[in-house]
């Protein structure tokens, strides 16, 4: 019998490598991913998985050929990798209802193929370092901040999960977040400085602005859609769950 060989195909990263070290292979901006097969679609039915919120990360992790650290994943690269693992797996033509401007219910069916990246400005980048300056404009606060991995995601719902053990009741998602993000305040790398401008002295206005420079500087490919040509808008985002790689799962 002819030894049989799964396909595979290379998918282009939204970042196109610039802000991972040269010596990590993400670095060449595109990974190898294999088709999925039913032995992958076991991933997906995994009762442990579906509960523990992990399920497509360890789907994700199946498919990916390149010998990557995945926890070194941009979100925005992590994003490009789903939805090609949703092509490669069932197609580019992804169904799902929505709610409209309206209150009502409607389905939309998405190529997914299609799907724009964000266009990013390459000036603004140094090779090989994922840190960005931005001065806030209510206080001139030097701040650098990085944009934000799959490791780093897993430590900020760990440390949330944390503080709502002690607190049920509190909030912590923005500052928690904000405290990932910000690398330096005034040239200051540790993290109690960091810690405590967050939560006493940055300014709403400031941190929005920062949210929206984060916003406009991060590689990623646009998960929305225009419903109709009537709509007047930046787009609906493109819902995504268990049922984006299997329908009946």
């Known amino acids: 019998?002819?030894?049989?060989?799964?396909?595979?195909?290379?998918?282009?990263?939204?970042?196109?490598?610039?802000?991972?070290?040269k010596e990590s292979p993400l670095a060449k901006g595109?990974?190898?991913?294999?088709?999925m097969t039913a032995k992958h679609e076991d991933i997906l039915t995994n009762v442990n998985f579906i509960k523990n919120g992990t399920v497509i990360d360890k789907l994700l992790q199946a498919l990916i050929v390149t010998?990557?650290?995945?926890?070194?994943?941009?979100?925005?690269?992590?994003?490009?990798?789903l939805v090609a693992a949703r092509i490669l797996g069932y197609g580019k033509d992804?169904?799902?209802?929505y709610t409209d401007d309206r209150g009502n219910e409607k389905e939309a069916t998405v190529d997914l193929s299609a799907l724009d990246e964000k266009p990013i400005d390459e000036s603004l980048f140094t090779a090989g370092v994922n840190e960005?300056?931005?001065?806030?404009?209510?206080?001139?606060?030097?701040?650098?901040?990085?944009?934000?991995?799959?490791?780093d995601e897993k430590k900020i719902e760990a440390e949330?999960?944390?503080?709502?053990?002690?607190?049920?009741?509190?909030?912590?998602?923005?500052?928690?977040?904000?405290?990932?993000?910000?690398?330096?305040?005034n040239g200051e790398r540790?993290?109690?400085?960091?810690?405590?401008?967050?939560?006493?002295?940055?300014?709403?206005?400031?941190?929005?602005?920062?949210r929206e420079y984060y916003s406009k500087v991060q590689p990623d490919i646009e998960l929305k859609f225009i419903p109709d040509?009537?709509?007047?808008?930046?787009?609906?985002?493109?819902?995504?769950?268990?049922?984006?790689?299997?329908?009946?799962?």
């Open 1 to 21: 019998m002819a030894e049989l060989k799964l396909p595979t195909e290379v998918v282009k990263l939204p970042s196109k490598g610039l802000l991972y070290p």
């Open 30 to 35: 595109e990974i190898e991913m294999f088709y």
């Open 67 to 81: 010998p990557i650290n995945y926890d070194e994943l941009l979100i925005g690269d992590k994003n490009a990798v």
């Open 94 to 97: 992804y169904s799902f209802k």
């Open 132 to 151: 960005f300056a931005f001065n806030t404009p209510k206080t001139g606060a030097l701040l650098t901040f990085k944009l934000l991995t799959h490791g």
């Open 160 to 185: 949330i999960k944390g503080l709502q053990k002690v607190n049920p009741n509190g909030s912590y998602d923005v500052t928690t977040r904000l405290k990932h993000t910000i690398t330096s305040v």
């Open 190 to 210: 540790d993290q109690k400085t960091i810690r405590d401008f967050v939560d006493n002295y940055l300014l709403a206005p400031d941190a929005r602005a920062l």
């Open 229 to 249: 040509e009537n709509y007047v808008g930046e787009g609906i985002a493109i819902p995504i769950s268990l049922s984006f790689f299997w329908p009946d799962a």
